[in-house]
Structure formats: C-alpha cells, structure tokens
T-cell receptor, first 110, second 116 residues
Framework: GIQVEQSPPDLILQEGANSTLRCNFS?????LQWFHQNPWGQLINLFY???GTKQNGRLSATTVATERYSLLYISSSQTTDSGVYFC????????????FGTGTLLAVQP | NAGVMQNPRHLVRRRGQEARLRCSPM?????VYWYRQLPEEGLKFMVY????????ESGMPKERFSAEFPKEGPSILRIQQVVRGDSAAYFC??????????????FGPGTRLTVL
C-alpha cells in the first residue's frame, strides 16, 4: 500500500520562529489534506491541497504531486500552534479513505 | 452549519461490556468514515459508509466491531465485548456527495474510549 512519511518527527521552536514540515508519499494521490491535532486531541482541517499552493494566514502549503511531496509552512509561530501535524492522502479507488502519515510533533515555547 | 458531531466525547467501559459510538455527519453529507487513533499513533481507517450501505470495511477488525449508517439517524460504531486494546480515540469524518470525485473530509471531535 501507499506509504506516507513525515519529517521531522518532532520539532521545538521559539515563539516567532518559522518552520517547514514535509510529507512524502510513495504513489500518486487524488487528495492530500493537512491537519493539526491540538493538545486536547481535536483534529482541525488546515488544507485540502492535492496540488498547488494555498495560504491561510500564517500557514501555507504546497503540494508537488509529480514529485510526491507536500510542505506545510508555519510562519511567526505561536504557542497555540503546538500539537501534532498530520498529512493524509487518498490515493484513489472507490472509497476515498485517507491514509495518515506518522505526524510531526511541534512544541512552540514562549 | 454545524460540524460533524460525535457522542459521547468520553466513554469508559469495563472489559466485556459493549461500546456504542455515535456520529452525526455535517448537514448535506452522505459519506461517513470512521478512523481509530491508538495512543501515540496516527489515525487508521476503519470503515466507510453511505446511507444504509457499508462500502469499505477493510480496516475494521473482523470480530466484535460493526458499523451502520441508517436511513434516519446517526452512524453507529459498535464494539462488543471490549478489551483493553480497544482503548483509543475514535474519529468520524464526513464528506458531501461528490459525484464520484474525492473531496475534503471533515472530522468530528472524536470519542475517547477507555476500557478498564
């Protein structure tokens, strides 16, 4: 099956710093989503981005489908950005089920 | 427009009891997915349902687990005779009818099941 790998596995930042999270996938995908799981366990949609670039405030994401990777950029990080960031892919077929990566644990320190 | 709703948010069961988890999709969404997140792990797909039909249950354990999405009412994930290894967060997601195309899945807050 498709493999989804994220890097780095964990990251510690000082408030105000920028970061880039990476998601590599081993096969062509129809859909790619980025999620933030906050320290209370809630899963928050960040981006639906099968290709191209999108921005939402301090966050932006780029997916290069032909090279099978996606990047999530966090600028001017805040303590509320802490949590686990997951990418998830749907590689097609009849069911559209998402395959999740292993996640990047981000801790933003004041 | 309310988001995906799940209840209960926390559920405690003793070994051998039954657990019933409910999921109400977003208004207008007829596709429901259940995922399980074991402690310290990512989410894993369990089952995909449309109204009154199970489309893909390839991620669901063969025994003790069942799911339904009736014509009326929420989707139910049922776990019979729970064991400690069932302790996890169970997330439901929904997506709109998309004419066969993929679309964004919206996730509920999850149900955290603890088996004593």
């Amino acid at each position: 099956g498709i493999q989804v790998e994220q890097s780095p596995p964990d990251l510690i930042l000082q408030e105000g710093a920028n970061s880039t999270l990476r998601c590599n996938f081993s096969d062509s995908v129809n859909n790619l989503q980025w999620f933030h799981q906050n320290p209370w366990g809630q899963l928050i949609n960040l981006f639906y981005i099968p290709s191209g670039t999108k921005q939402n405030g301090r966050l932006s994401a780029t997916t290069v489908a032909t090279e099978r990777y996606s990047l999530l950029y966090i600028s001017s990080s805040q303590t509320t950005d802490s949590g686990v960031y997951f990418c998830a892919v749907d590689y097609g077929g009849a069911t559209n089920k998402l395959i999740f990566g292993t996640g990047t644990l981000l801790a933003v320190q004041p | 427009n309310a988001g995906v709703m799940q209840n209960p948010r926390h559920l405690v069961r003793r070994r051998g009891q039954e657990a019933r988890l409910r999921c109400s999709p977003m208004k207008g969404h007829s596709h429901v997915y259940w995922y399980r997140q074991l402690p310290e792990e990512g989410l894993k797909f369990m089952v995909y349902l449309q109204k009154e039909n199970i489309i893909d249950e390839s991620g669901m354990p063969k025994e003790r687990f069942s799911a339904e999405f009736p014509k009326e009412g929420p989707s139910i994930l049922r776990i019979q005779q729970v064991v400690r290894g069932d302790s996890a967060a169970y997330f439901c997601a929904s997506s709109p009818v998309a004419g066969g195309l993929t679309d964004t899945q919206y996730f509920g807050p999850g149900t955290r099941l603890t088996v004593l």
